[in-house]
């Protein structure tokens, strides 16, 4: 269930990449602002509350933020990261310069279309799912 005043963080769970991700997310929320569950966890129509769909989670990370907004890919990673103090200073150059913002989202898109291929190189738990 999606907890109303909480941060979610939705992930591919039958990816190796997207999990290994996940398990460094949920070590860097010490605090425990963040739920950290695949996608899979959750009924699609609760999902489609907030506008996002089993499909959509499968492409990208999701975030549904504690006040219901969703941010996905890159802006999900940003807003993840925001909310640790440490990381607020890349985050603002980030968005300042916005050929860094550029970057990160096709970096991230390039390694969200490849994650099959980039788990099983590192020898993640490969995807079960059919390419």
Not at 72 to 87: H, M, R
């Amino acid at each position: 269930m999606i907890q109303a005043g909480k941060d979610h963080l939705l992930f591919d769970g039958d990816c190796g990449i997207c999990t290994w991700f996940s398990d460094l997310a949920k070590r860097m929320d010490g605090k425990r602002q963040f739920i950290v569950e695949p996608y899979q966890m959750f009924d699609e129509s609760e999902l489609q509350r907030f506008g996002i769909s089993y499909e959509n989670c499968a492409k990208e990370l999701k975030i549904i933020t504690r006040r219901g907004r969703v941010y996905g890919g890159a802006f999900g990673v940003n807003y993840f990261l925001w909310q640790k103090p440490v990381f607020r200073p890349l985050i603002i150059l980030i968005y300042a310069l916005p050929l860094l913002l550029l970057v990160e989202v096709i970096g991230y898109k390039l390694v969200a279309v490849n994650r099959h291929r980039i788990s099983e190189w590192f020898g993640l738990k490969a995807c079960a799912l059919k390419r």
